[in-house]
């Protein structure tokens, strides 16, 4: 049974650009979040996708966009990458069925921004 | 204040040891608790869901104090291999849409090396 499986592994970018990170959801699964994790801190939520729908966002700005394809795998874009955007990028994979539910997290994209 | 509160730590303990961690969250609608793992540049993994009546696996208990809005992990007998960032993560209902709509928010994290 795989697990949550994210590409690429590590990304080096220079501020301007734009990026893109994906993830494919544990099997069985329906639900994909996003976090970013700086160094040195907890990870913060960027946004939940369910249905294809972006269901709840964190405090993240409009330049964090994102997807969710019929097979429940989830893009994560990012445009007009700033030094800030600099983390780890995880993606974690649930069941939508209540807050009980484990979320199980991908092995996650280092992103640098030079 | 932040939603989710730890100690950063690093907590330095010997093998062998007990060592606890503690943290608060503010949002009193939270709903589920849990602790995560995390080892150096890997991802979390759950350790263990946390109850108001506490839970017990192996070595590792877990406590909520709803009214305090305070969680706690307890570790006996430490291994260097406990040697990991612990994450005290609370999941709740957030805004929008429909059934199940929920969140994780992390704490920072507690260090906790074990020392031969």
């Known amino acids: 049974d795989a697990g949550v499986t994210q590409s690429p592994t590590h990304l080096i970018k220079t501020r301007g650009q734009q990026v893109t990170l994906r993830c494919s959801p544990k099997?069985?699964?329906?639900?994909v979040s996003w976090y970013q994790q700086a160094l040195g801190q907890g990870p913060q939520f960027i946004f939940q996708?369910?249905?294809?729908?972006?269901?709840q966002r964190g405090n993240f700005p409009d330049r964090f966009s994102g997807h969710q394809f019929p097979n429940y795998s989830s893009e994560l874009n990012v445009n007009a990458l700033l030094l800030g955007d600099s983390a780890l990028y995880l993606c974690?994979?649930?069941?939508?069925?209540?807050?009980?539910?484990?979320?199980?997290f991908g092995p996650g994209t280092r992103l640098l921004v030079l | 204040r932040k939603e989710v509160e730890q100690d950063p730590g690093p907590f330095n303990v010997p093998e062998g040891a007990t060592v606890a961690f503690n943290c608060t969250y503010s949002?009193?609608?939270?709903?589920?608790f849990f602790w995560y793992r995390q080892d150096c540049r890997k991802e979390p993994k759950l350790l263990m869901s946390?109850?108001?009546s506490g839970n017990e696996d192996g070595r590792f208990t877990a406590q909520l104090n709803r009214a305090s809005q305070y969680i706690s992990l307890l570790i006996r007998d430490s291994k260097l291999s406990d040697s990991a960032t612990y994450l005290c993560?609370?999941?709740?209902?957030?805004?929008?849409?429909?059934?199940?709509?929920?969140?994780?928010?992390f704490g920072k994290g507690t260090k906790l090396s074990v020392i031969p």
């Open positions: 974690a994979s649930s069941l939508m069925t209540g807050p009980g539910e484990t979320q199980y």
């Open positions: 099997s069985g699964h329906d639900t």
């Open positions: 996708y369910y249905e294809e729908e972006e269901r």
């Open positions: 949002n009193s609608a939270s709903q589920s």
């Open positions: 946390v109850y108001s």
């Open positions: 993560v609370v999941h709740r209902a957030a805004g929008y849409s429909g059934a199940g709509s929920y969140q994780l928010t």
